[in-house]
């Protein structure tokens, strides 16, 4: 079955930088899209990044645009999210999820565990 | 930028029908994709393309998109059905995907 470990998070000062990562076993990695998701607490879900099953397509939030990086490396099975210039608007549980088929366009449908992230100073 | 809109809570008794709206501007024309969250859990996809089931999702789930705003209906509520529910569409004008506020439902 489809299992996605995440790691990465903790506490970080603002301005700092922070590397999360998704280790993804139990289905072919390079056949999907894979997004990242967070979730402020207490507040709903905010979808923050998506790239395609080859790496060739990424898209972003507005909020996260210019400042987070989405990247994948297909022999290691991992999924990453490099996180720069971080603000304490970006403190939230940050999820990993595999996408439906593997086009960017395809909705998340499995989930990894989250990883919290604190901005603080 | 695209927005959808959801009700913030919606409550039912046991047994009833659950309905949770999902609008935004010509939603009719995009794929509409539901999630559950239960506290201190990750959501998982209950509904995908407007009515489509993953397995393992029981029937008493059911999606609509035929005109706005996008539907999602629960039957026979049961207790466990308590939770957050957001739903997700792909907006194909800014390449953004789009999550509702989210609707917490009590039973």
């Known amino acids: 079955q489809v299992q996605l470990v995440q790691s990465g998070g903790g506490v970080v000062q603002p301005g700092r930088s922070l590397r999360l990562s998704c280790a993804a076993s139990g289905f072919i990695f390079r056949s999907y899209g894979m997004h990242w998701v967070r979730q402020a607490p207490g507040k709903g879900l905010e979808w923050v990044a998506v790239i395609s099953n080859d790496g060739s397509n990424a898209f972003y939030a507005d909020s996260v645009k210019g400042r987070f990086t989405i990247s994948r490396d297909t022999p290691k099975n991992t999924l990453y999210l490099q996180m720069n210039s971080l603000t304490t608007e970006d403190t939230a549980m940050y999820y990993c999820?595999?996408?439906?088929?593997?086009?960017?366009?395809?909705?998340?449908?499995?989930w990894g565990q989250g990883t919290l992230v604190i901005v603080a100073s | 930028s695209y927005v959808l809109t959801q009700p913030p809570s919606v409550s039912v008794a046991p047994g009833q029908t659950a309905r949770i709206t999902c609008g935004g501007d010509n939603i009719e024309t995009k794929s509409v994709h539901w999630y559950q969250q239960k506290p201190g859990q990750a959501p998982f996809l209950l509904i995908y393309?407007?009515?489509d089931r993953p397995s393992g999702i029981p029937e008493r789930f059911s999606g609509s998109n035929s005109w706005n705003p996008a539907t999602l209906t629960i039957s026979r509520v049961e207790a466990g059905d308590e939770a957050d529910y957001y739903c997700?569409?792909?907006?194909?004008?800014?390449?953004?995907?789009?999550f509702g506020g989210g609707t917490k439902l009590t039973v």
């Open positions: 393309y407007d009515s």
């Open positions: 999820a595999k996408a439906f088929q593997a086009a960017v366009g395809t909705p998340p449908d499995s």
């Open positions: 997700q569409v792909w907006d194909r004008d800014s390449d953004r995907w789009v």
